[in-house]
């Protein structure tokens, strides 16, 4: 993983979120987020925003590496199983690690 990941797939248009959608993917965003740091180092910033845009709820964790640039998944309110969470924080945690070295091996090319 590399990059920004959508694993939610595309948004459903036209469909209103209730508020049980709105709980779900919060409680969703926070135990991504969470799984995640407890994945990495301190050094590593992880962080997530819920966003409704055309009427399709949005969820996004981010992670910032030491070194590179950040890495992202989004989830969506009608895909998010269980099993794609702990998937989730494994891909994210990877994604960040791979970016740090990746990073680190380019500032180590051009210090030489």
């Keep these: 993983m590399h990059g920004n990941t959508p694993h939610g797939g595309p948004a459903a248009a036209g469909i209103e979120p209730t508020p049980e ?3 779900a993917l919060r409680r969703d965003l926070v135990t ?5 740091r ?3 180092s301190d ?4 962080g997530g925003e819920i966003s409704d845009t055309d009427g399709s709820l949005r969820a996004t964790v981010a992670v910032q590496p030491p070194t590179g640039s950040v890495v992202s998944a989004g ?3 009608d895909t998010a199983e ?3 969470i702990d998937s989730l924080a494994v891909d ?3 994604g960040a690690v791979f970016e740090a070295k ?5 500032t180590y090319r051009v210090a030489r």
């Design 32 to 36: 991504v987020a969470e799984s995640t």
């Design 92 to 94: 994210l945690a990877a």
């Design 102 to 106: 990746h990073a680190a091996r380019d």
């Design 38 to 40: 407890e994945l990495l």
């Design 82 to 84: 269980p099993t794609d």
């Design 21 to 23: 959608h709105r709980r």
């Design 43 to 46: 050094e590593f910033i992880v």
């Design 75 to 77: 989830i969506e309110t």
